[in-house]
């Protein structure tokens, strides 16, 4: 009896391992099948990046037709009216009264009244009369419109190439010849050309809306890169042709972040690439064009004004070298689902160093910013002594000029005026505060100093101690 109980237990126990080891195989399955179920579904997302709920094509202009079919990217986009402040750049939101001539109800801080010495650096310029922080792209058509220097001087609407949508507009203007669009646009006031403009950047000026590729549609662009190629031995350079995509999510954002000039009675826009990116190659460049923006009101120095060369002082950096681009920084890569997309929420990396710094810096997001503010607080120190260098050299000029000096007595000093002035306004004008290449910042502040210096010596002298780099003899 005992023996057959024995059996029936173990019998029992048999039966109950079998269903256990057969539960555990179809549960297996089960999980198997549904994750296998979970990625084909997820492969497919990735194959289908986005569902075309409308058709898009060359002349569709309007960022909220595209974000019907890229609702993840517009959304990013509709982001850019953000301001938030970094330490060293960025804006506050500052509210104001509006009124009928200016209906913005947020604008950000002054900085020439944040730094006073700008007002005489630009003294009889209307960069004196208004110049703020920068905002986000969803700002870039009002500020520019609305702005007080609008007020000083009648702006040509080649302005509007880096302030808006261009690309259909342009068209439209050419009757399909994007160039000739481009020309009629240079010649027009500002504000004729803004009454044909809609829209700030939109997805069209970047991407081409059948194929979804970057593309660069900024004539001043085009021709200023072919013009950069062939320093180096690259004739008749069509960048949407010969760029590396890689290269194209630099070239996008260099479409307008760059220094350019009006040249000509017909203002068409140039950039002064023909000797190259660096500051003295461009500095010989307008020399040679015996360009000048404007008199500066106190010296009569005939003096220029830097842009916005983000572009041009980035090819100097470290970043540039190694082949990271605006977009891996300012637009990096992030995971919705499956999908892997470019941020739209353009922004500064210090706002975004998970994503912007930590995928090459494999270091605590402290650690990082503390580097990034560290280039940042010495650049602005070294701007700083050559602000007051520059202020010294404007002071002794204006008062050698009211003590009765001659044009050509005040010659020397009024070129040395005009570099030292340049090579600072290139890091000022800047908007990376040295990040994008430090070594090169703390170069050019560092030969604006001794311009300045060797402008004072020029005075007291009554000649040029060290002829200015690219001065005529």
Known sequence: MAEIIANDASTRRRRRLFFVIVGAAVLATIVGVGLLMNIFERKQEARNPFYRVVELTDDTEDPAVWGKNFPLQYDDY??????????????????????KADPRSVISQSKIEEDPRLKTMWAGYAFAKDFREERGHAYMLDDQTLTERQQVVKQPGTCIQCHGSVYVPYKKAGDGDLIKGFEKFNQMPFFEARKLVSHPVACIDCHDASTMELRVTRPGF????????????????????QATRQEMRAYVCGQCHVEYYFRGAEKRLVYPWTKGLKVEEIQAYYDEAQFKDWTHADTGAGVLKAQHPEFEMWSQGIHARSGVTCADCHMPYKREGALKISDHHVRSPVLNINRACQTCHRWPEEELKARIETIQERTFKMRNVAMDALMDLIKDLKAAKGAGKTEKELAAAQDFQRKAQFYLDFVEAENSTGFHAPQEAARILGESVDFSRKGQIALRDGKSVARAPNAKP
């Open 78 to 99: 509709k982001r850019t009216v953000d301001q938030v402040r970094t330490r060293f750049g960025g804006s506050e939101a500052l509210p104001r009264t509006p009124t």
């Open 222 to 241: 085009i021709e200023g890169i072919r013009a950069f190629k062939a320093t180096q031995g690259v004739q008749n350079y069509d960048v949407n042709k």
